[in-house]
C-alpha cells in the first residue's frame, strides 16, 4: 500500500471518528439538557414545599400548651 493510500485511510477513519463524536457531544447536549430541566423542576417543587411547611409552622402556637399523655389522657 502506498503511503497515500496509507494516509487517505487514516483521514476516512479520523472522519468517521469525528462524525461519530459529533454525534454523541449532540446526545449528550440534549441528556444536559433534559436534566437541567428537570432539576430546575425539582428545585420549584422544593421551594414550593418549603413554602407549604414555613405557613404551617408560623400556624402553629408560639407557646405550645404541654400535650396529655397518651397512656392517661392527662397533662404532664
Do not use: W, Y
Request: aromatic content about 0%; overall charge neutral.
Amino acid at each position: 500500500m502506498s503511503k497515500l493510500e496509507e494516509l487517505a485511510d487514516r483521514v476516512e477513519r479520523l472522519l468517521l471518528r469525528h462524525a461519530e463524536l459529533q454525534r454523541t457531544n449532540a446526545l449528550l447536549v440534549q441528556q444536559v439538557t433534559s436534566l437541567s430541566h428537570e432539576r430546575d423542576n425539582l428545585r420549584s417543587r422544593l421551594n414550593a414545599a418549603r413554602s407549604r411547611v414555613d405557613a404551617l409552622l408560623e400556624r402553629l402556637p408560639a407557646d405550645p400548651s404541654p400535650a396529655p399523655d397518651a397512656a392517661t389522657g392527662q397533662s404532664t
